[in-house]
């Protein structure tokens, strides 16, 4: 059953505390996506790597906000230091980029269970 | 302005009856539209996308899509109490390899009545 895989489900830190959030994609999927989804904003794009390599993080407050992905497995989001105003649900989302089945694209986006965060 | 616009709701039909969620967008290169359903603390999940103006049928949902209007809407036909969710409308300037950035409007919550 192949599905994307987040960790933590659940974190509450307190304010200036490094919080780290990881994510597995789907094997075979080349595109990850960094998406955060509050009440107020929805789902906003954070960051966006395609064949590991980033392609758009405008989304993301540089200043304390970092996405990598070391490994084909593995990407990560980063904040140091958190602030209140970064509770929200963080999404990772892989799909495929380019044609698939049929030469259709589909741009279907797999997203994994996400990562609650509450700063106090 | 916003990108893509969504009546936020909630929108509340009886059980059996058309719901029809509509969805507007700013961009007029966006070439690719996607509708998600996300229930209640799970993750947005694909139901349907259309690239071509016209309606796309699938199941008891049609997806229905304009662009010079730069609009799309999905129907659900015979609305049951499990379609209740949120509805999220997502747009796609690309299309094909070149281009995957989804831009997600804020979704419409939408209540089927027993």
């Known amino acids: 059953d192949a599905r994307v895989t987040q960790t933590p489900r659940d974190k509450v830190t307190e304010m200036g505390q490094e919080v780290t959030m990881r994510c597995q994609p789907i094997?075979?999927?080349?595109?990850v996506f960094w998406y955060r989804q509050t009440m107020m904003q929805g789902l906003e794009l954070l960051a966006y790597f395609r064949n590991r390599a980033p392609l758009d993080d405008s989304g993301m407050p540089k200043d304390r906000f970092s996405a990598e992905m070391p490994d084909a497995t593995l990407a990560t989001l980063k904040i140091q230091p958190s602030e209140p105003r970064d509770s929200a649900v963080y999404f990772c989302?892989?799909?495929?980029?380019?044609?698939?089945?049929?030469?259709?694209?589909?741009?279907?986006?797999?997203f994994g269970e996400g990562s609650r965060l509450t700063v106090l | 302005q916003k990108e893509v616009e969504q009546n936020s709701g909630p929108l509340s039909v009886p059980e059996g009856a058309i719901a029809s969620l509509n969805c507007t967008y700013s961009?007029?290169?966006?070439?690719?539209f996607f509708w998600y359903r996300q229930y209640s603390g799970k993750s947005p999940e694909l139901i349907m996308f259309i690239y071509s103006n016209g309606d796309k049928e699938d199941g008891r949902f049609t997806a229905q899509l304009n662009k010079a209007s730069q609009y799309v809407s999905l129907l659900i036909r015979d609305s049951q109490p499990s379609d209740s969710a949120t509805y999220l409308c997502a747009v796609n300037r690309g299309f094909g390899a070149g281009s995957y950035q989804l831009t997600f409007g804020k979704g419409t919550k939408l209540s089927v009545i027993p």
């Open positions: 989302a892989s799909g495929l980029s380019g044609q698939g089945l049929a030469g259709v694209y589909t741009g279907e986006l797999f």
């Open positions: 094997l075979g999927h080349n595109t």
């Open positions: 961009d007029r290169g966006s070439q690719s």
